[in-house]
């Protein structure tokens, strides 16, 4: 018997390769910015002994910010979980939550597929209900909107993701997703980088 998060399914498997990632269950995403930017706001120190850093987002971020938050208007399947929005990366729980729990065609990162030739028509995992779907949208609205502000804003091409193995990983993630503004000094993404590499 596996654990279940809020009850609705279980949470039971890790990331292989070929994995159903349209399949129910928890994926803790990240999304940075290219070569790491500073897109999004800015860390500042608090007066506070608890919380000494606190983020404070600029117009982009709150962009960032506003769309995360609509995912589960454009796709009902989806319920959101902890989410943070960095200075120049977004961490966020997505919870696949489907009723008939079918699962969906294997999906991969866009530029895999691509790399590999590409799928056409029905066979195309981005037409079906899957995080990539979900996070191609997220960061096309995003960019979309920010170009507006500022033409020089990008992601970078892939996005790291997680499957959530159970209850207690969960809880982790979680903990790890509410003190990142906290632990920033020490953060790997805590820079901006010509060498910067895709998740």
Not at 72 to 100: A, Q, R, S, T, W
Not at 112 to 125: D, E, V
Not at 167 to 172: G, N
Request: charged share 25%; proline share 4%.
């Amino acid at each position: 018997m596996c654990a279940k998060f809020r009850n609705i399914f279980c949470v039971e498997s890790t990331r292989l390769s070929g994995y159903d990632y349209g399949r129910n269950g928890a994926y803790f995403m990240t999304i940075c910015t290219e070569k790491r930017k500073n897109y999004f706001g800015e860390i500042i120190e608090t007066n506070r002994i608890d919380f000494p850093n606190e983020m404070r987002l600029n117009s982009t971020g709150e962009i960032a910010k506003k769309f995360w938050g609509e995912i589960p208007n454009f796709f009902p399947f989806v319920l959101l979980d902890e989410f943070i929005v960095m200075p120049n990366h977004i961490h966020g729980i997505i919870v696949i939550n489907k009723p008939d729990n079918k699962p969906n065609v294997e999906t991969r990162l866009i530029a895999s597929l691509q790399s590999n030739g590409g799928f056409a028509g029905l066979n195309n995992p981005m037409m079906h209900e899957n995080v990539s779907r979900v996070i191609r949208w997220f960061k096309g609205r995003c960019s979309f909107e920010i170009h507006k502000i500022n033409s020089q804003f990008a992601w970078q091409t892939r996005f790291y993701d997680h499957v959530i193995q159970n209850e207690k990983s969960l809880m982790e993630i979680r903990e790890y997703i509410f003190r990142n503004v906290q632990n920033w000094n020490s953060d790997r993404n805590n820079h901006e980088s010509d060498d910067y590499f895709d998740f």
